[in-house]
């Protein structure tokens, strides 16, 4: 029987233009991660069905996470990622660090809130002097959150997010086995297909 995986996973991206490259780089990221595990996310990765929370998105529609009522209107990308199993969490460099919009989103996660979340940490940066920022600001802040960050922080040049298809694979290569430790997604027995009636007198 054919089995398949199911993983709840979510590609979160703090760029705050809609439909950016960044978030484009997080859902190559997330699919890429799911393919070498083997695994489904439950839904594509679209912001139709909220595995991709584009912030840039939201806050064309929503106003900024931030201020009364602001977890309110964020309520369900918020739940969404408590709920992942996998997060991607993806920034472009700001003033050498993440942007202000993915803080003031990730201001509404208490402390320790994601300790069942495996999360992967992805920058994109214009300069060499920024590679270490993903590891410096970055991996602190989902650190005090409660994620786990079993893998190296990805770390991508401006001039490869045309086609970052090698920079992710590199990367995976490493990471594949620290990934799969921690997911080992549970197998889903597909349905059986229905038995075909014989024919009488065959």
Request: charged content about 15%; aromatic content about 2%.
């Amino acid at each position: 029987m054919t089995r398949v995986t199911r993983l709840d996973a979510v590609a979160l991206v703090g760029n705050p233009r809609p439909g950016s490259r960044t978030a484009a780089l997080a859902s190559a990221v997330l699919g890429a991660v799911l393919t070498r595990l083997g695994a489904e996310p439950v839904g594509e990765v679209s912001r139709a069905d909220g595995t991709l929370i584009d912030l840039g998105a939201l806050l064309a529609t929503s106003g900024a996470p931030l201020g009364e009522g602001s977890g309110e209107r964020y309520a369900e990308p918020l739940a969404r990622l408590h709920a992942a199993r996998l997060a991607v969490v993806a920034t472009p460099t700001y003033k050498g660090s993440y942007t202000g919009l993915l803080k003031s989103f990730l201001d509404h996660v208490a402390a320790g809130a994601l300790r069942r979340t495996v999360a992967v940490p992805v920058i994109t940066v214009g300069s060499p002097a920024h590679t270490l920022a993903a590891d410096v600001h970055l991996r602190p802040l989902l650190v005090e959150l409660g994620a786990v960050l079993p893998t190296a922080a990805l770390v991508v040049a401006e001039r490869d997010l045309a086609d970052p298809t090698a920079v992710i694979g590199a990367w995976l290569d490493g990471a594949e086995p620290a990934l799969r430790a921690l997911l080992a997604p549970s197998p889903v027995a597909e349905p059986p297909a229905e038995p075909v009636a014989a024919e009488v007198g065959a």
